[in-house]
C-alpha cells in the first residue's frame, strides 16, 4: 500500500501527541489520585482525633446506645462523614448512617482490616467498596483509649466520590486537550506537508514528461534548500539528456542518410538470421518492400539461398567473408558479397551485408578481353594475306609475269585495309582517352555535308546511287567541325556500301525539343531485327564477310556512336530489312 508523504506527516504528528498525552495522563492521573487520597485520609484522621475526643469513656464502656446515637448523628451532619463507633470485640455500637434497630442486625466488625489495626493501637486505614452503600469508600479507625486500654474504635468513613470525580474531570479535560492536539496536528501537518509535497509533485509531474522526452518545461527553482538543489539538479540532468538526445539523433540522421543514399545493399540480420535493416538499394535488387520483410527470416524473406549461406557462415564462425553470387532478377545480375559479423560484448549478435553490383565491371572485363582478341583477329586476317603473297612472290611467282602484279594489288589491298583499321583503332582509342578536347565552332551542317558527299562522287557513280542533301539552307550547329565531318562520313560510306545498285540516300533534319535531329535514310539491305541492338559495339557487323569485302573494320558505327555522346547527343536506327535503314543522331545547336 502506499502511503503518501502527507499521511505519514500527519501519523507522525499524531503518534508523537498520543506518546506525550498518554505519558501526561497517566502521570497526573495516578498523582492526582494519590493526593487526593491523602489529603482526604488526613483530614479523616484529624477529624477522628477531634471526634475521638468528645466521646465521654465511661459512656462507650457502659455501651450508652441513646448517648453514642446522638453524638454520633450530630457529628455526622458537621463532618458529612459517616461515623460509626464499635467495641473492642467488634460489635457496631452506633452508627450515623443506620438506626439502633439496623445496628443490631449488623455483622461482627472485628476482622473489617482497618478495625483489626486499631486494636493494635495504630490507626487503621482502607479503601474497599461497601456492599451497604454500592460505592468505594474510605474508611478510617482510630483506637479508643482510657487507662484501662482500648474500650472501643472510632470509624470514620467517606464515599470516594470526589476522588473519582476529579480523576474523571481531569481525564475529561486531557481527552479533549488530546482531541485539539489531534485536530491541530491534523491541520498542521495537512499544511506543512502541502507547502513541502508542492514542489515535489510539481518536480514528479515535470519529470514524467522528461521521461516522456518533453524537455520543453523546467522545474521552477522555488526555495534554495535541498528540494530547491534537487530541482537545480533535474534540470541540469534533464539538459544533459536533451543535449545528448539530439546529438544521437543528427548522429542517426547522419547515418541513415548515409544507409539510404548508398549505391550499394545493405541488410543487417540478427544472430538468428532475421532481417533487422535493409536500405533502398536491396528493396530494388530483390523487388521487395522494406516493411514486408524487416523483422522476417532472411530466407523467408529473401530466398537466395547462396546469401543465406554466407551469413550463416559468418554467423557460426565470427569471421568476415566475401564471395562473389549470381542473382537471376529476371536479368542476370553479379554482385560482390562482403558479409561482416557484429559483435556485442565478444559474442556474434548479427551480421551486416553489403552487396556490390559488379555486372557493369564484369561486362566491360568481358568487353576488354573480347577486343583484345577481335583486334587480334583482325589484323591477323591481313597480315596473313599478305604474308602469304610476299612468300609466293618469293618463291618465284615474281617472274611470272601475268600474275606477279595481281599479287602486290592484293598486297596492297591488304595493305589499306590493316591502313585503314589501324586509323580506326587509334581514332576509337583516342575517342575514348579522357583527355579529348572537343574544337567545338559555329558552321554551317548543310554546306560540311556538301563538302563530304563531294568525297564519295566516284563511289556514288560507280554505284549509280543518288543522293539527297535536304538539310535546310541556314542549318548551323556548335560543335567540332572534324569530328561531325567524321560522323557524316562513316554514316554515308555506310549507306552507300550497304545499298543496291542504283540506290538512293536522303540526308535531312528536324527539330526537337530544340535540338537538331539528323536522319541519314538509305534504300538499302537493311538491318535484321535481332542485330539493330548491338549494331553499334565495336567489331559488331550483321555480315562480317561482307562487309570486310567492302572494306569494312566493324568500327564505323561505334566511332560514330562516340563523337555524339562526346557532344551530349545520342544516336539511333530504324531499318526493316531488305528495304533500307534510317540512322539517326541528335545534336544541340
Ligand atoms: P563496317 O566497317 O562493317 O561498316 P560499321 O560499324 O560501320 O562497320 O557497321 C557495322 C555493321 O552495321 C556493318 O557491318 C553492317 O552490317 C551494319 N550496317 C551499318 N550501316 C548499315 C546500313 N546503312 N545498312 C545496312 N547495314 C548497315
Known sequence: MKISFKLKLIFSYIFVILVSFGFIAFFLDKNLEENSLRNIQSSLITQANLIEGQI?????????????????????????????????????????????????????????????????????????????????????????KDKTGITGILRLSLPLESVQKTAFVIRKIVLIGLFFALALAFVLGSIVAGRTIQPINRMIQISHRFSKGDFSRKIIQVSKDEIGELAVTLNKMAQDIEDKIKEAKAQNQKLSAI??????????????????????????????????????AFLEAIRNNDTYEIINSVLAKGKPLSAEISLILPVRKIFEINATPIFDNNIVSGCLIV????????RLETVRSDFVANVSHELKTPLTSIKGFVETLLEGALGDKENNRNFLKIIQDHAERLNSLVEDLLSLSHLESKEIVLNKSNFNLRLQLEEVILGFKSQLKKKGIEIKNELPASISINADKDRIEQVLTNLIDNAIKFNKEK??????????DGKIKVFVEDSGIG????????????????DKARSRELGGTGLGLSIVKHIVELHSGSVGVESTEGLGSKFWFILSR
Open 527 to 542: 538491318i535484321p531485327e535481332k542485330d539493330i541492338s548491338r549494331i553499334f559495339e565495336r567489331f559488331y557487323r550483321v
Open 56 to 144: 465521654a469513656s465511661d459512656r462507650l464502656r457502659q455501651e450508652d446506645a441513646p448517648y453514642l446515637e446522638s453524638l454520633v448523628k450530630a457529628l455526622s451532619s458537621k463532618t458529612k462523614c459517616r461515623i460509626t463507633v464499635i467495641n473492642n470485640k467488634g460489635s457496631v455500637l452506633s452508627d450515623s448512617e443506620k438506626s439502633q434497630e439496623e445496628i443490631t442486625q449488623m455483622e461482627n466488625h472485628l476482622y473489617r482490616p482497618e478495625v483489626k489495626v486499631a486494636l493494635t493501637g495504630s490507626i487503621g486505614i482502607d479503601t474497599r467498596y461497601s456492599s451497604t452503600l454500592k460505592i468505594n469508600m474510605l474508611y478510617v479507625a482510630l483506637p479508643i
Open 259 to 296: 544507409f539510404n543514399s548508398m549505391i550499394e545493399g545493405i541488410i543487417v540480420v540478427d544472430k538468428t538470421s532475421r532481417i533487422i535493416s535493409v536500405n533502398p538499394t536491396i528493396e530494388k535488387i530483390f523487388s521487395v518492400s522494406k516493411k514486408e520483410i524487416e523483422g522476417r
Open 355 to 362: 552487396l556490390h553490383d559488379i555486372t557493369e565491371i564484369r
Open 503 to 512: 540506290g538512293s540516300i536522303f540526308i535531312y533534319a528536324q527539330e526537337v
